[in-house]
């Protein structure tokens, strides 16, 4: 005669029971390294884009393409980055800064990343 044992059908409760856990771990693992990644991606290109704009030859403008340009060739067409720069006096030193946001939805609780920057002007002679 066949008996059922006690143990029967405990592997499908154990694989729920640590599946959606691991999941969840692994979700947030892959969501908070590509938000890091897109933060210093962010940061990295809006330090040289006011770099490119504090050169000699180049103004302002071109600095904020440069910088839009490096954002998405590093995380693709399709986002929303916005950048504002502008040129500041302290003293006898001119410099421009730029602050950039990017509007990306893997963070949890927040929409949109940041970043500045500061660059001093060169000045032609």
């Known amino acids: 005669m066949w008996s059922a044992s006690r143990q029967d059908g405990s592997a499908v409760t154990d694989f729920v029971l640590v599946a959606f856990p691991?999941?969840?771990?692994?979700?947030?693992?892959?969501?908070?390294?590509?938000?890091?990644?897109?933060?210093?991606?962010?940061?990295?290109?809006?330090?040289?884009?006011?770099?490119?704009a504090a050169l000699a030859d180049q103004d302002i403008a071109s600095g904020i393409a440069k910088t839009k340009q490096l954002v998405a060739s590093a995380l693709g067409p399709g986002l929303n980055v916005n950048v504002a720069g502008s040129v500041s006096r302290f003293g006898t030193v001119e410099s421009v800064r730029f602050v950039s946001t990017l509007g990306i939805n893997l963070i949890p609780f927040s929409n949109f990343l940041s970043a500045s920057s500061v660059a001093t002007l060169e000045n032609e002679y």
């Open 22 to 52: 691991m999941l969840a771990i692994f979700v947030a693992t892959v969501s908070i390294t590509l938000g890091s990644y897109a933060r210093l991606v962010l940061l990295d290109s809006t330090i040289e884009g006011a770099r490119f």
